[in-house]
């Protein structure tokens, strides 16, 4: 019964609207629905561009990182070498081979250099413990490092290695021995 209600009261609504009036409407309810559709057409065609900016993005940051190793990789490539024909000098005259080694060391400085990293500032600076790992503590000029264990390394603001230290705590104290861990 409530759909016959339905019905009639759509008729009586029809037939209160004068016919230049429902063709306006009708003609609203076209322009509505196109403008829906290309909306939802310009929509999806944002979201295919997205997803193929997602994918090429993510083909992009492999290619930088594949291609930053690469860099590293052969940059590194020439200290092996250098290394391999020092062990075959080895046998000469080891003394020798200090020389040789101090020079591949410098290269190796370099390299890491031009890759971007940076050594830690080591003896004489202030101790900072965003940078240092203090292993032992000796009488010296308080929150200076004294010694440097192993170099610390940092990449712009990225720390790679704390450099580990013995840190001064100025006068009255006994030399401490570095932990064994330390080595």
């Given at each position: 019964?409530?759909?016959?209600?339905?019905?009639?009261?759509?008729?009586?609504?029809?037939?209160?609207?004068?016919?230049?009036?429902?063709?306006?409407?009708?003609?609203?309810?076209?322009?509505?629905?196109?403008?829906?559709?290309?909306?939802?057409?310009?929509?999806?065609?944002?979201?295919?561009?997205?997803?193929?900016?997602?994918k090429r993005m993510t083909g992009e940051l492999e290619a930088a990182q594949r291609n930053g190793k690469f860099d590293?990789?052969?940059?590194?490539?020439?200290?092996?070498?250098?290394?391999?024909?020092?062990?075959?000098?080895?046998?000469?005259?080891?003394?020798?081979?200090?020389?040789?080694?101090?020079?591949?060391?410098?290269?190796?400085?370099?390299?890491?250099?031009?890759?971007?990293?940076?050594?830690?500032?080591?003896?004489?600076?202030?101790?900072?413990?965003?940078?240092?790992?203090?292993?032992?503590?000796?009488?010296?000029?308080?929150?200076?490092?004294?010694?440097?264990?192993?170099?610390?390394?940092?990449?712009?603001?990225?720390?790679?290695?704390?450099?580990?230290?013995?840190?001064?705590?100025?006068?009255?104290?006994?030399?401490?021995?570095?932990?064994?861990?330390?080595?």
């Amino acid at each position: 019964m409530d759909h016959e209600k339905d019905m009639t009261e759509s008729a009586v609504d029809q037939t209160l609207l004068e016919p230049a009036e429902l063709d306006q409407l009708k003609g609203e309810v076209e322009f509505l629905k196109a403008e829906l559709e290309a909306s939802r057409n310009k929509f999806l065609r944002l979201y295919a561009d997205f997803e193929n900016y997602k994918k090429r993005m993510t083909g992009e940051l492999e290619a930088a990182q594949r291609n930053g190793k690469f860099d590293a990789v052969r940059s590194l490539l020439g200290m092996q070498d250098d290394l391999e024909r020092a062990l075959g000098f080895a046998g000469v005259k080891p003394e020798d081979l200090i020389p040789g080694v101090k020079t591949v060391l410098e290269n190796f400085s370099r390299n890491l250099k031009s890759l971007g990293v940076e050594a830690v500032p080591g003896t004489g600076s202030d101790f900072d413990p965003r940078f240092h790992e203090a292993i032992a503590a000796v009488e010296g000029e308080d929150g200076k490092v004294m010694h440097v264990y192993q170099q610390g390394f940092k990449y712009g603001d990225l720390l790679i290695r704390p450099a580990r230290v013995v840190v001064g705590v100025g006068s009255g104290i006994k030399q401490e021995e570095p932990r064994a861990d330390s080595q």
